[in-house]
């Protein structure tokens, strides 16, 4: 009995030092930074917006090398906006964008599914008419080669049907009038995450980035206010 117990105790340490080794990993590379890409035509705006926990890249919805609406259509949402001047795309589980309204609704199996690769993506897309800068939000300028750059990272990250579009993702889940769900490519797990998204895109387009995050706290740690 006294063997079965040293194991047990081996085992929930062993859990314990790797949880430890994980948190304290994500928050060191988290406020180490990669080097922005300086540039002299930095004129377009994009942002950078978290909801508390999750961040999404913030776009103009029309500009001289795309618009936006005739890939997500605004006929797409409930609202059906089209004076809506920005996008913001969100990559994320597919579970937890669609049967996790609130962490109250958050089930056992989602969260597993999610930490292990087990579940599918999907993107998140809200049309906005504007945004102000705050702790939540902030404004970054790019140049339009940095921006193709970006453009095609969030394009890479749709999965599209025969037509070439982003399959749109049929739910009564959506969280307001402006936005949509769509399939996305790639895997949600613990150490590739809707942040780790946002913040690869962030180094696509040769902006400020953490070295690795999984929290948003990270991405704006690098462009909090000085």
Known sequence: ??????????????F?????????SAFVLSRMSTPKEEVADADITIYILTNGVHTDLVVPVRTAQIDWSTRIPFSNTI????????????WGDKGFYLNTPTW??????????????????????????RLYEGDDC???MISKSQYTRLINYINASFKTGTNGLPIKIDTHANYGNDDAFYEANGSYNIFHTC??????GLKSCGQKACRWTIFDTGIFYQYRKK
């Open 1 to 14: 009995m006294k063997k079965v117990l040293k194991i047990i105790a081996y085992i929930l340490l062993s």
């Open 16 to 24: 314990l030092l790797l949880i430890g080794l994980y948190l304290s």
């Open 79 to 90: 609202a059906n906006d089209s004076s809506a001047q920005l996008l913001a795309f969100g």
């Open 104 to 129: 109250a609704d958050l089930k056992t199996s989602t969260a597993f599914k999610a930490a292990f690769s087990l579940s599918t993506s999907a993107i998140h897309t809200t049309y906005y008419r």
């Open 138 to 140: 902030r404004k970054i």
């Open 195 to 200: 942040n780790t998204w946002a913040n690869s």
